[in-house]
């Protein structure tokens, strides 16, 4: 699964010579403060037991999602874990958001050219892409992790989630409306240099920085969009 994003993502390189459109850093780092928490009592009274379930993202349309495994019995294990899981150098390079300067994403959307395929008419022709998320994976212990840091994660997990699927929702579109225009052209080599050529992926570039805009001016982890410290992430 893993080896086949990998692969994906370098043939977007292949593709277009670059594509312009490359992942979507996920989650800004954030310098969150990790509070000591509560007295060491109370910690062992809320021992997770596998009370509540890790909460597993559902599928999304039309989109692969992989993951990246995650390890740590302490939420200051956790962060460190996914700060150093570089996931822009493993599937990257991730496109530049003013939110992550550091290249550090805790999640990432992106597409994939779909090698192998044929023009042999451009009304049957089929977009070339494929919508891919990858989300961290985090598997506790089953001894030493408390109820609290699962219940934190569950909330982290969720809103990174929706974070991703939030770009794979405009890929999506933007990818099929492109898949309408290049019905239209008159023939293969139209539709090949359509899909090769940088500037037709400009109206998903700025749909994809206009989302972050909406996100960052009304940022909730509710909507997909971390607050600094917010529940010590
Ligand atoms: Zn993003």
């Not at 570089?86 to 990432?108: E, F, H, M």
């Amino acid at each position: 699964m893993l080896r086949r994003l990998a692969a994906a993502a370098c043939l977007i390189g292949l593709f277009a010579g670059c594509s312009p459109v490359g992942w979507h850093g996920g989650q800004p780092l954030r310098a969150g403060k990790v509070s000591n928490g509560a007295a060491a009592g109370s910690r062992i009274a809320r021992t997770w037991f596998g009370n509540p379930l890790i909460w597993v993202p559902p599928p999304i349309p039309q989109t692969e999602i992989s993951y990246f495994d995650v390890t740590g019995f302490t939420q200051q294990q956790v962060i460190h874990s996914m700060n150093t899981s570089n996931i822009c150098v493993t599937y990257g390079p991730c496109s530049t958001d003013p939110a992550v300067p550091n290249g550090i994403a805790w999640g990432l959307e992106g597409i994939g050219f779909i090698p192998g395929l044929y023009c042999s008419s451009p009304r049957t022709f089929l977009v070339p892409w494929q919508v891919y998320v990858v989300l961290p994976r985090w598997s506790p212990p089953v001894v030493g992790v408390s109820v609290d840091l699962v219940t934190k994660w569950n909330a982290l997990e969720r809103s990174i989630y929706i974070h991703e699927k939030g770009h794979a929702d405009i890929s999506r579109q933007d990818l099929y409306d492109l898949g309408i225009q290049a019905q239209q052209l008159a023939n293969c080599n139209a539709v090949i240099a359509f899909w090769e050529d940088p500037a037709t992926y400009n109206k998903l570039d700025a749909d994809q920085a206009a989302y972050h805009a909406r996100l960052h001016a009304d940022c909730r982890p509710e909507i997909g969009c971390l607050r600094a410290g917010w529940l010590g992430w």
